[in-house]
Structures are given as structure tokens and as C-alpha cells.
């Protein structure tokens, strides 16, 4: 129940396409929904986050969809640029501040220039 | 605003000694929490320490432990290493916890032969 399934493995996408991973999770405690994105030899970095009373989220190129009912949540990266090609990783957590965080086991993106 | 900080970048042990990994956290963050990376498990959460006290603990044995000084520095020890430890560790820093952005540190990769 504490896991977050994240879907594809890897991503092939042509530059300018849109590049969609997904994320399901079981425990419907989790209020708080950030993504990642880290490039080799770094950590990661906080990209967007999400909260249950909302469905969407944008910033600029990224946007996080979110649906309560399925316990699903996805990112949307539109005009994906080779710069883009990094690994991203999903996440939950639940409650107060001091709670864990689970996260997905990751997608490695990479786009064609 | 230097970000966060982890010593050393690299390190080699053998089976059954032990490891402390240092963080330093972004000035101002109180809370410090502790991953570890690997290709087949991904991002998992170790723990997470605020003004000096364990919050949260994830699923690892007790070999794996941590501290938080007054300064919010954290180390991380893992005693009577085994092959599976050898993984990147990162450290990442808040203001107040994990539901709001964690700035991560580039990472300690632990090798134990």
C-alpha cells in the first residue's frame, strides 16, 4: 500500500514531441504528489508538485495531471528538447510534515534532437 | 546560497566495516533526510531529521543510523557493511519536512567489495 508504481522503464521521444510518464499508488492518505528530474552525476531536483485538490498543475513546459479517483498522476513534458533527457522520479507522501516519502523506481528520458 | 553539500563524493570499504557520511544542509533548513540510490531499487527513504531528532525511519535495518547536530549538519553511519550498501546516498534539505521542496545534495557513492 505505501508503493508508487511508475510507468514506462524508459522513454524515447522525438524533439518537440510530448513526453507522458505515469504513476499509480495505493494509499489514499498521500496529499502530496512532487516530481523529480535528475541528470547523471547529480542530485535530484524538484521539478512540480501537486496536492489532491487540484487536477492540473502547469509550469511553462511541464504539467502534472492528476486523478483522485483512479489514483493516478502524470507528467506531461510538451516540446520536449534534448535537454530534457534526464531521469524523473515520482513521489507520495502522506500527512504532516514529518512523514517519509515513497518514490517511484524512476524513467530514463531521452530525446532524439 | 551555497547548496547542499555531502563529504566524501566517493568511497571504497570492505564487507563488515563501517561507513559515516556527512551532510550539510542549505543554511536556514532544519530538516535533513537521507536516501539511498541503487539502479534496482531506486530512490528510497532512509530518514529524516529535524532540530536534532529522528521524525521518520524507513524500511532498512538498524545498521543503518543517523544524527543531526544544533547546527542541522547531519551524519549518516552504517555499520558492518555488506555488498548490497554499495549504492549513492544522497542528502536533502528543507525548511520544515518533505512536503515541500528538497534541495538534494549531489551524493556519496559507497562502494563495498
Known amino acids: 500500500q505505501q508503493q508508487v508504481k511508475q510507468s514506462p522503464q524508459s522513454l524515447i521521444v522525438q524533439k518537440g514531441g510530448i513526453s507522458i510518464i505515469n504513476c499509480a499508488y495505493e494509499n489514499t492518505a498521500f496529499d502530496y504528489f512532487p516530481w523529480y528530474q535528475q541528470f547523471p552525476g547529480k542530485g535530484p531536483a524538484l521539478l512540480i508538485a501537486?496536492?489532491?485538490?487540484?487536477s492540473e498543475k502547469k509550469e511553462g513546459r511541464f504539467t502534472i495531471s492528476f486523478n483522485k479517483s483512479a489514483k493516478q498522476f502524470s507528467l506531461h513534458i510538451m516540446d520536449s528538447q534534448p535537454g530534457d533527457s534526464a531521469t524523473y522520479f515520482c513521489a507520495a507522501s502522506k500527512g504532516n510534515r514529518d512523514d517519509k516519502i515513497i518514490f517511484g523506481k524512476g524513467t530514463r528520458l531521452h530525446i532524439l534532437p | 546560497k551555497a547548496g547542499v553539500t555531502q563529504t566524501p563524493r566517493y568511497l571504497i570499504k570492505t564487507r563488515g566495516q563501517q561507513v559515516t557520511l556527512s551532510c550539510s544542509p542549505i543554511s536556514g533548513h532544519r530538516s535533513v533526510s537521507w536516501y539511498q540510490q541503487t539502479p534496482g531499487q531506486g530512490l528510497q527513504f532512509l530518514f529524516e531529521y529535524f532540530s536534532e531528532t529522528q521524525r521518520n525511519k524507513g524500511n532498512f535495518p538498524g545498521r543503518f543510523s543517523g544524527r543531526q547536530f544544533s547546527n542541522s549538519r547531519s551524519e549518516m553511519n552504517v555499520s558492518t557493511l555488506e555488498l548490497g550498501d554499495s549504492a549513492l546516498y544522497l542528502c536533502a534539505s528543507s525548511l520544515q519536512g518533505v512536503q515541500e521542496t528538497q534541495y538534494f545534495g549531489p551524493g556519496t557513492r559507497l562502494l563495498v567489495l
Open positions: 501537486i496536492r489532491p485538490d487540484v
